[in-house]
């Protein structure tokens, strides 16, 4: 085993996937907008994750932004590491204005070219680091950025 190479999976199957397994991805009402090997878009609507200022809460755009970038580690390890844990170690994240309505994240890693790094370390070691970034939109706008490290660990 050299590289994980992702399965396709469809966006309906990873949404269903997330809520079975991440409840508060349920209680946000996300859905999977794009699945590929290179990105994950995931979206909310403002209902389930308003603020007291009839807004987005801060919190649930970091947690879509977070899921959108552990959705993507998912996606692409899924298939050469069944049993492996994506964690996230540290993550950043910075807003540049209000969220009034239906918002999306996009996931995508931070550096492509130290993905085959990541998979030999996680096959030799067993746990890896990676970073990954997400794009917070609103109205066709970007509307935040989030930055994380995510550790893979292999449980075999």
């Known amino acids: 085993m050299t ?30 907008l794009e699945v590929s090997q290179d990105a994950v878009r995931l979206s909310a609507p403002l209902a389930p994750n308003v603020n007291h200022r009839a807004t987005v809460f801060g919190g649930s755009a970091s947690a879509l932004a977070i899921l959108a970038a552990w959705s993507l580690l998912h996606v692409r390890l899924r298939a050469s590491f069944p049993a492996v844990s994506i964690v996230i170690q540290r993550q950043s994240t910075s807003y540049n204005r209000p969220i009034q309505g239906t918002f999306s994240a996009r996931a995508a890693l931070v550096q492509p070219d130290d993905w085959p790094r990541f998979v030999r370390l996680l ?24 930055s994380g490290d995510f550790v893979a660990f292999d449980q075999n």
Not at 124 to 129: E, L, N, Q, T
């Open 3 to 32: 590289s994980a190479v992702p399965v396709p999976i469809s966006a309906q199957s990873l949404a269903q996937y997330l809520y079975q397994q991440i409840p508060l991805s349920r209680a946000m009402e996300i859905s999977a």
């Open 123 to 146: 096959q030799r070691r067993g746990k890896a680091r990676i970073s990954v970034a997400s794009t917070l939109d609103y109205a066709g706008q970007q509307v935040g950025q989030f």
